[in-house]
T-cell receptor
């Protein structure tokens, strides 16, 4: 089955530093990947759609300069939280589907828990 | 803004009972609907998908879709304590998946 690997699973950083989270599709190619954010006891909020070889599409209210997304290959998308602050502490989850598959065959990564001190 | 609404719960049911989870959505154009289960600290896992009006059964799970009412539900028969989790309804909007707020289900022995 399709596998999406997300790394790191947990990260703790100091306020003001930047943190990079990687999302890899291990056994399929993904033109599009999605980044979600989840606060405790809240639902998944779509942050942005990552498009291979082009700029990401950000949802309303998400700061593109703070959450940098790079999708340089068909198997890797990265999310960089720049100048992190404690309010950025959250569970970040990526998802991907095989090229042309759409939402119907979406596979989720295991998530990355970010804690900003 | 596209919205997917669920009752946050918790919904408490005894072991062996039927748990009924409900979801409404705002966009009439949506064609694909999903139910995910999420355990605390984990990412969501897909339980069911449904695309056409009516019922779809898979083991103890039955998804029901009514596009005219913009309503989708999930029934869990013979509920087990291991079913205790948050259940997320998700609706696709032009290839993006938008999640509802989730309903926490508690199955007590």
């Amino acid at each position: 089955g399709a596998v999406v690997s997300q790394h790191p699973s947990r990260v703790i950083c100091k306020s003001g530093t930047s943190v990079k989270i990687e999302c890899r599709s291990l056994d399929f190619q993904a033109t599009t990947m999605f980044w979600y954010r989840q606060f405790p006891k809240k639902s998944l909020m779509l942050m942005a759609t990552s498009n291979e070889g082009s700029k990401a599409t950000y949802e309303q209210g998400v700061e593109k300069d703070k959450f940098l997304i790079n999708h340089a290959s068909l198997t890797l998308s990265t999310l960089t939280v720049t100048s992190a602050h404690p309010e950025d502490s959250s569970f970040y989850i990526c998802s991907a589907s095989p090229t042309g598959g759409g939402a119907n065959v979406l596979t989720f990564g295991a998530g990355s828990r970010l804690t900003v001190l | 803004q596209k919205e997917v609404e669920q009752n946050s719960g918790p919904l408490s049911v005894p072991e062996g009972a039927i748990a009924s989870l409900n979801c409404t959505y705002s966009d009439r154009v949506s064609q694909s609907f999903f139910w995910y289960r999420q355990y605390s600290g984990k990412s969501p896992e897909l339980i069911m998908s449904i695309y056409s009006n009516g019922d779809k059964e898979d083991g103890r799970f039955t998804a029901q879709l009514n596009k005219a009412s913009q309503y989708v539900s999930l029934l869990i028969r013979d509920s087990q304590p291991s079913d205790s989790a948050t259940y997320l309804c998700a609706v696709s909007f032009t290839d993006k998946l938008i999640f509802g707020t989730g309903t926490r289900l508690q199955v007590f022995p």
